[in-house]
């Protein structure tokens, strides 16, 4: 059974005075954005908000601005106090801790990062990442060999004793990604870490953030508006609007099974090269024998991979599942699949 390491139950937020009675009103019948500011004086930015974080799973939290998403992860380390709802975090209930048990939480097993890192530009590189460990009063050489150890993960060898201000932009927030981690904490919250930046570095972090996060088992919270980013590096997405989450899946099923007209908005861009597999496509055998000659594939194998198979052949694609036939994919079938919905 997978390890739920982050978990959010019914999660409200209502800035204004009249929190408690928004919040009634809404769950007892519907209650605009517009109509909570007019009626009650207060603003939702989180409504009724609820998902689970799997131990190492990369979760993506995607929206336009104002849509909440900012909001909802800031709840996780209660820089937000919740309006009502329940958060836990490995185990424990976040909402019911004192101010001490939280700090050691943030401390010890949650790391962020921001889209503008705040790095102390009078301290050299080494020194920003040791930070959050001087404030726990680790010995300085201690904290010294984990900067060093933490910036060799993000490729930053040879750069200590550098002011962030030597440092390109992207070099930058790999610093910033070095401090989240240099505390070995099991959960990262990037709340847009890499918008700021330039396109080919953008793509080159997100490889290397995804590939790190892998290798260290990290499990993450990942907040952008960018859904080919999301998509990009996460395992599944929450695709939020006025505070609301309107749909969570994996990036097949958010670009195949769009919940409703909002989020097929949002994915008719999308290519589905690499993202729709065999098993989504294919069609039953219904007690139909397949063509014994005819190529056999994986059922995770990817449109784009399928194309390249089925070149030169006449043949249907046989789909496995442990090595037995479950399905087929005609020329037809794989157009439609690349078509998308039409």
């Given at each position: 059974m997978t390890e739920t390491v982050v978990e959010l139950s019914h999660v409200w937020k209502v800035f204004g005075a009249q929190a408690a009675e928004t919040i009634s009103a809404a769950q007892n019948g519907p209650l605009s954005k517009a109509e909570a500011l007019e009626k009650y004086k207060t603003v939702i930015g989180v409504r009724d908000a609820s998902f689970s974080v799997a131990r190492g799973e990369i979760f993506c939290i995607m929206?336009?601005?104002?849509?909440g998403k900012s909001t909802l992860v800031r709840h996780v380390n209660r820089l937000i106090e919740p309006s009502a709802g329940t958060i836990?975090?490995?185990?424990?209930?976040?909402?019911?801790m004192g101010q001490t048990a939280l700090r050691e939480m943030r401390a010890r097993h949650i790391g962020m990062v921001f889209q503008h890192m705040a790095l102390m530009p009078h301290r050299s590189v080494r020194d920003n990442v040791a930070y959050p460990l001087a404030i726990r009063k680790i010995p300085k050489s201690r904290r010294w060999a984990i900067s060093e150890h933490t910036l060799g993960l993000v490729d930053l060898t040879g750069y200590e004793d550098r002011l962030p201000k030597e440092l390109s932009g992207g070099m930058q927030q790999r610093v910033g990604i070095a401090r989240a981690l240099a505390s070995d904490p099991e959960i990262l919250l990037m709340d847009e870490p890499f918008s700021a930046l330039d396109p080919l570095i953008r793509l080159q972090l997100q490889d290397q953030f995804k590939a790190l996060v892998r290798d260290l088992g990290k499990s993450t919270l990942f907040i952008t508006h960018d859904l080919d980013e999301a998509i990009r590096?996460?395992?599944?997405?929450?695709?939020m609007k006025d505070g609301v989450i309107v749909q969570i899946g994996t990036p097949e099923e958010i670009v195949t099974e769009p919940a409703d007209d909002y989020v097929a908005e949002f994915v008719q861009g999308i290519s589905r090269l690499k993202l729709v597999k065999a098993h989504t496509i294919m069609q039953p055998l219904n007690g139909h024998a397949p063509p014994e000659e005819a190529k056999r594939v994986s059922g995770e194998s990817d449109l784009d991979a399928l194309i390249d198979i089925s070149v030169g052949s006449d043949q249907p694609l046989v789909v496995q599942d442990d090595g037995q036939d479950v399905g087929v994919i005609t020329k037809t079938t794989l157009l439609r699949g690349i078509q998308g919905g039409k």
């Amino acid at each position: 059974m997978t390890e739920t390491v982050v978990e959010l139950s019914h999660v409200w937020k209502v800035f204004g005075a009249q929190a408690a009675e928004t919040i009634s009103a809404a769950q007892n019948g519907p209650l605009s954005k517009a109509e909570a500011l007019e009626k009650y004086k207060t603003v939702i930015g989180v409504r009724d908000a609820s998902f689970s974080v799997a131990r190492g799973e990369i979760f993506c939290i995607m929206g336009l601005s104002g849509s909440g998403k900012s909001t909802l992860v800031r709840h996780v380390n209660r820089l937000i106090e919740p309006s009502a709802g329940t958060i836990r975090v490995l185990g424990e209930d976040v909402s019911a801790m004192g101010q001490t048990a939280l700090r050691e939480m943030r401390a010890r097993h949650i790391g962020m990062v921001f889209q503008h890192m705040a790095l102390m530009p009078h301290r050299s590189v080494r020194d920003n990442v040791a930070y959050p460990l001087a404030i726990r009063k680790i010995p300085k050489s201690r904290r010294w060999a984990i900067s060093e150890h933490t910036l060799g993960l993000v490729d930053l060898t040879g750069y200590e004793d550098r002011l962030p201000k030597e440092l390109s932009g992207g070099m930058q927030q790999r610093v910033g990604i070095a401090r989240a981690l240099a505390s070995d904490p099991e959960i990262l919250l990037m709340d847009e870490p890499f918008s700021a930046l330039d396109p080919l570095i953008r793509l080159q972090l997100q490889d290397q953030f995804k590939a790190l996060v892998r290798d260290l088992g990290k499990s993450t919270l990942f907040i952008t508006h960018d859904l080919d980013e999301a998509i990009r590096i996460g395992h599944r997405i929450a695709i939020m609007k006025d505070g609301v989450i309107v749909q969570i899946g994996t990036p097949e099923e958010i670009v195949t099974e769009p919940a409703d007209d909002y989020v097929a908005e949002f994915v008719q861009g999308i290519s589905r090269l690499k993202l729709v597999k065999a098993h989504t496509i294919m069609q039953p055998l219904n007690g139909h024998a397949p063509p014994e000659e005819a190529k056999r594939v994986s059922g995770e194998s990817d449109l784009d991979a399928l194309i390249d198979i089925s070149v030169g052949s006449d043949q249907p694609l046989v789909v496995q599942d442990d090595g037995q036939d479950v399905g087929v994919i005609t020329k037809t079938t794989l157009l439609r699949g690349i078509q998308g919905g039409k």
